[in-house]
């Protein structure tokens, strides 16, 4: 962010072995903040907290507004279409329950006019355990 502050929020990801994909509303401070550099952060925690993944490393949108999205999911269907299939096998039923929701158009299920994907690349990587405080990163 131009103020580096850093923002954090949960959302769904892929990961496919090299890259983390997730989806976000294109006027989310997320698109906002990466528009002024690509420098991010990723932290996953396990459903008991007991495990968490910090990951810092460089992130690209395939579009922050309605006109460009259109134009790169045009160029990109091929690796678009990728994402989705990691997407659709990770959380099978997401989709299906966001299409039959009454929802805020930032947070409906409309890839290119309301959201937009993130691909983060991670290049310094964290585990820490429940009895460790501070991390240290592993370059990649």
């Not at 401070?29 to 550099?37: A, G, P, T």
């Not at 690796?79 to 997407?87: A, N, Q, R, T, V």
């Not at 994907?117 to 820490?128: D, G, L, S, Y």
Request: charged share 25%; aromatic share 14%; with cysteine.
């Amino acid at each position: 962010s131009r103020d580096n502050k850093p923002h954090v929020t949960p959302v769904l990801y892929a990961f496919d072995g090299e890259y983390i994909f997730f989806s976000t509303s294109i006027i989310s401070k997320k698109v906002k903040n990466l528009r002024y550099h690509n420098k991010a952060s990723f932290w996953i925690t396990n459903e008991n907290k007991k495990i968490k993944i910090m990951m810092y490393g460089n992130a690209c949108t395939y579009g922050s507004t309605t006109t460009s999205s259109i134009f790169k999911c045009l160029l990109k269907m091929p690796e678009l279409f990728y994402i989705y299939k990691l997407m659709k096998k990770k959380y099978p039923n997401v989709l299906e329950i966001y299409r039959h929701r009454k929802l805020p158009l930032r947070w409906s299920p409309k890839p290119f006019i309301a959201r937009t994907i993130v691909k983060f690349n991670p290049i310094a990587v964290k585990v820490i355990s429940s009895k460790e405080n501070s991390p240290n990163y592993h370059q990649q």
